[in-house]
T-cell receptor, first 111, second 111 residues
Framework: NAGVTQTPKFQVLKTGQSMTLQCAQD?????MSWYRQDPGMGLRLIHY???????DQGEVPNGYNVSRSTTEDFPLRLLSAAPSQTSVYFC??????????FGEGSWLTVV | EDKVVQSPLSLVVHEGDTVTLNCSYE??????LLWYKQEKKAPTFLFML????IEKKSGRLSSILDKKELFSILNITATQTGDSAIYLC???????????FGTGTRLKVLA
């Protein structure tokens, strides 16, 4: 049972580098989203999508881009990494309004 | 703007105590409220409460939703050390379908 799969699990980047966090789900969920979690901050929504071809900004979108060309995939791109983007990133998916399922998380450090 | 506020931010209790965690919210076109438990990795689902299901119970955990006063509580009775975790509350509305999380309550249960 794959569920929500995120890669990579760990990554160290230098300031200014770009990278893509991959997310795939095999549950045919319409909703997909990216959250970041910093100590004491809970989960903050970066971007989300309610279907292929549709994306929207969440609470903290600056410095990140997303696209949703298929139902299954929702990659998150960091355009020019900054130390403030050091965080744990979670991808999540659900049927609209239903239980949301999380990937295992990606630990990103920007030095 | 959709908003979720959880209290207390942290809580330390002894095994056997009963705890009550609070979640207040503001959301346009409320659809559901969800509770999650997060230990070291990704959040895991506990309960979903909707207009048609305002009370849920599973073993020592129970939750109620007050749609008039816009809050929910999560009760844990006879706490155990394994209940130590961050408890997250999220809401989703039928307009945007985006899931907004609170900052969480960090619960520590001492033996």
């Amino acid at each position: 049972n794959a569920g929500v799969t995120q890669t990579p699990k760990f990554q160290v980047l230098k300031t200014g580098q770009s990278m893509t966090l991959q997310c795939a789900q095999d549950m045919n969920h319409e909703y997909m989203s990216w959250y970041r979690q910093d100590p004491g901050m809970g989960l903050r929504l970066i971007h989300y999508s309610v279907g292929a071809g549709i994306t929207d900004q969440g609470e903290v979108p600056n410095g990140y881009n997303v696209s949703r060309s298929t139902t299954e995939d929702f990659p998150l791109r960091l355009l020019s990494a900054a130390p403030s983007q050091t965080s744990v990133y979670f991808c999540a998916s659900s049927f609209l309004g239903g239980t949301i399922y999380f990937g295992e998380g990606s630990w990103l450090t920007v030095v | 703007e959709d908003k979720v506020v959880q209290s207390p931010l942290s809580l330390v209790v002894h095994e056997g105590d009963t705890v009550t965690l609070n979640c207040s919210y503001e959301v346009t076109n409320f659809r559901s409220l969800l509770w999650y438990k997060q230990e070291k990795k990704a959040p895991t689902f506990l309960f979903m409460l909707t207009s048609s299901g305002i009370e849920k119970k599973s073993g020592r955990l129970s939750s109620i939703l007050d749609k008039k006063e816009l809050f929910s509580i999560l009760n844990i009775t006879a706490t155990q050390t394994g209940d130590s975790a961050i408890y997250l509350c999220a809401v989703v509305g039928s307009g945007t379908y985006k899931y907004i999380f609170g900052t969480g309550t960090r619960l520590k249960v001492l033996a």
